[in-house]
Structures are given as C-alpha cells and as structure tokens.
Antibody
Framework: QVQLQESGPGLVKPSGTLSLTCAVS?????????WSWVRQPPGKGLEWIGE???????NYNPSLKSRVTISVDKSKNQFSLKLSSVTAADTAVYYC??????????????WGQGTLVTVSS | QSVLTQPPSASGTPGQRVTISCSGS????????VYWYQQLPGTAPKLLIY???QRPSGVPDRFSGSKSGTSASLAISGLRSEDEADYYC??????????FGGGTKLTVL
C-alpha cells in the first residue's frame, strides 16, 4: 500500500522559494507511475501543479511552468517541489500524490494528507 | 476560472438522486477519460470514479459516472448525509497537462 507524506516549511516569505518534499513508502518511486503535486488555496478548488517520472521526465501546468521545478531522488524514494517568486496567491494546502497514466487519462491515487504553506512576511 | 466547468453547488434530500455535471472540450474530456474525486471537509481528495464510470473497490454503487462528448456527469442515488462533500472532476488534456474542475459543494438538506 503506497503512502505519501509531505514535508517542508509552513511559512515562506514573499518573493522567496517554496520547497516541499514528498516521501513515498510502501512502494518504489521507480515503478511505472508518475508522481504529482496538486494544491488547494484556502476555500478554493484543486489546481494541478505538475508531475515527474522516475526517469526525470516532467509535465507542468502551463500557468506555473516558469516558476516550478519538480525533481526526484530515487536513492531516498522521494520527490520534491520548488516554486519560485511566491506571492500570497501561492498560499495553499499542497498535496503530493501518485498519478497512474494510461493511454487516455491519469488517475491520482493515493494522495498525501497535504501540508499548508502560507506566504507572508 | 477552471477549464473544466462544474456548478458551484448542488443539493438534495436524503434518499434523492442528484447529478453533478462537468463540461470540457475536445482536447480533454472529448478525447480522454474523466475522473471524479470526493473531498470531505478537512481531508485529502479521494478517488471516486475512474475511466468515466468505474468505481474503485470500496466505493458504493450509489455513485456512478458517465460521459458523452465533451461533458461528463456524476450521479449519486439514495443520497445520504455522509455524502455531503466537495466533488471534483478531472481529466488529462492533450497539451500534456492535468485539469480539475472548479468543484461542486454538495449539501444534503
């Protein structure tokens, strides 16, 4: 049973870089899955940020692409998110999750419990 | 504004059947599978429907999904109080990007 756990600072200063890590347990990050980040601003809906394959291939949300970097560390069975030049609009609960792609879709399951990141001085 | 369009709210009384719609375009719903997620207050989303109409193990058959063209629907029959949650549709877009609908808050009256 794959489980995911996010970790990282809960407070980031404006113009700084948000950095989160997702530890994967119960399965290998080198399996045939993609590893994703999704965020949810307080009281709002879900926003897909991007994903990474163990080979290092990535897909990013076009609206965030210029500020996002997702990387993988196979030795630690974890993957990470970096979001630069943050503003208050980046305040959100950030979820990591496994994404299973097939020919015509992507299934996101399971999800981590989420971690709230607040952008404030 | 989300690329996948959902009504912001829906409601029903216990035992009723409610449906939630999700509208997209030819590059996402029109050519790819639709997925539905249920988010109970204060928790992470949970997969409810995959590949348009398939239920994961453990999801009651009161929940069903369908797709036609560039639109999809989630139906909940025999509505129960514990179904009160936010529901999100999702689909892959041919531009290699994941999409979520804006979410629908379901209230059980």
């Amino acid at each position: 049973q794959v489980q995911l756990q996010e970790s990282g600072p809960g407070l980031v200063k404006p113009s700084g870089t948000l950095s989160l890590t997702c530890a994967v347990s119960g399965g290998s990050i080198s399996s045939s899955n993609w590893w994703s980040w999704v965020r949810q601003p307080p009281g709002k809906g879900l926003e897909w940020i991007g994903e990474i394959y163990h080979s290092g291939s990535t897909n990013y949300n076009p609206s965030l692409k210029s500020r996002v970097t997702i990387s993988v560390d196979k030795s630690k069975n974890q993957f990470s998110l970096k979001l630069s030049s943050v503003t208050a609009a980046d305040t959100a609960v950030y979820y990591c999750a496994r994404a299973i792609h097939d020919s015509s879709g992507f299934l996101i399951d399971p999800w981590g419990q989420g971690t709230l990141v607040t952008v404030s001085s | 504004q989300s690329v996948l369009t959902q009504p912001p709210s829906a409601s029903g009384t216990p035992g009723q059947r409610v449906t939630i719609s999700c509208s997209g375009s030819s590059s996402n719903i029109g050519s790819n599978y639709v997925y539905w997620y249920q988010q109970l207050p204060g928790t992470a989303p949970k997969l409810l429907i995959y590949r348009n109409n398939q239920r994961p193990s453990g999801v009651p058959d009161r929940f069903s999904g369908s797709k036609s063209g560039t639109s999809a629907s989630l139906a909940i029959s025999g509505l129960r109080s514990e179904d009160e949650a936010d529901y999100y549709c999702a689909a892959w877009d041919d531009s290699l990007s994941g999409l979520f609908g804006g979410g629908t808050k379901l209230t059980v009256l």
